[in-house]
């Protein structure tokens, strides 16, 4: 498939606010993926998670999950990383149910370790995740994603290498984050195509084919992210970063997380489709 653009949560101008009413909206705008947002917590039963999986297969919508905020691998108590894998598995448990191919998640905060310590930690915590996923027949693939400031655990190369330890993990992308925890860079052709070369080179076709990127403005400061802003308020210069796509023939869904969510995902889309 190529890259498939949606809006991380149900669409702004839904007037059905139920995920169901979503997935409906989504396929109203013409666009063609949905991240529902567990990011509280997951607040949906089997039953509900059958019907909006149903609802986004006639409507040929992907879906995705966003796990909750609420995980920390590397915390310093035994019982918040317990909590944290339970999240990961009760995401993945309803993704499942979903029909959902992905879910996403910020993996851990640094606290007063090197990377290499909380690498090894992140990699032991998942492990046994995919452990009991795989026990269960569940093949989502679980998503560190890079995240916004140096206090978190999730620069490019951390990302890569987790994906390179855990089977069945995958990279999501947040190009705005990358671009603010670095200060500003990675916001050129030739940065937008360093970050795909390096991914690609590292996991092969089994990323390439099966990308997962948030896209959106960002504001930041010295440490990093601050807040997201639309594309057109941002510095975010998208149309060189959609050309980077195109560059590398990547596949699979594009998350706009702008705060006017549906009006991004179409500019994306649009500026996409003219390349």
């Known amino acids: 498939m190529p890259l498939l653009f949606g ?11 139920s995920s169901e009413g979503g997935v409906r909206r989504i396929r109203e705008l013409n666009l063609d993926a ?26 040929n919508i992907a879906l995705s999950c966003h796990a909750p905020y609420y995980i920390n691998l590397n915390s310093r108590e035994p019982q918040k990383i317990s909590a944290s894998r ?73 990302t890569i290498l987790i994906a390179q330890e855990v089977p069945g993990v995958l990279p999501c992308i947040d190009f705005g984050h990358l671009h603010a925890r670095t200060n500003g ?17 590292s996991l092969g076709d089994r990323w390439v ?24 308020e941002s510095d975010c210069r998208y149309e060189e970063l959609i050309k980077a796509c195109h560059s590398f023939g990547v596949d699979g869904l594009a998350i706009c997380e702008s705060p006017n969510l549906e009006d991004d995902a179409l500019l994306l889309q649009k500026v996409y489709t003219a390349q």
């Open 185 to 201: 860079r990675y916001n050129s052709y030739d940065e937008f195509c360093e970050i795909l070369d390096v991914t690609a080179e």
């Open 86 to 158: 339970d999240r990961i598995l009760q995401t993945a448990r309803i993704a499942k149910i979903l029909g959902v191919r992905s879910v996403v998640f910020h993996p851990a905060f640094n606290h007063d370790n090197s990377s290499e310590i909380v690498l090894v930690r992140v990699v032991r915590e998942l492990s046994l995740v995919r452990e009991i996923l795989d026990a269960e027949g569940n093949e989502v693939i679980l998503r560190p994603e890079t995240t916004g400031k140096g206090t978190q655990f999730g620069d490019l190369q951390e």
């Open 34 to 59: 949905l991240e529902l947002e567990f990011v509280q917590g997951v607040r949906m039963g089997e039953e509900k998670a059958r019907k909006v999986g149903m609802i986004a297969k006639e409507n």
């Open 209 to 232: 084919k099966n990308v997962h990127f948030h896209i959106s403005g960002i504001e930041y400061g010295l440490k990093g992210e601050k807040r997201h802003l639309p594309l057109r």
């Open 7 to 17: 809006t991380a949560g149900v669409p702004l101008s839904s007037k059905d606010r």
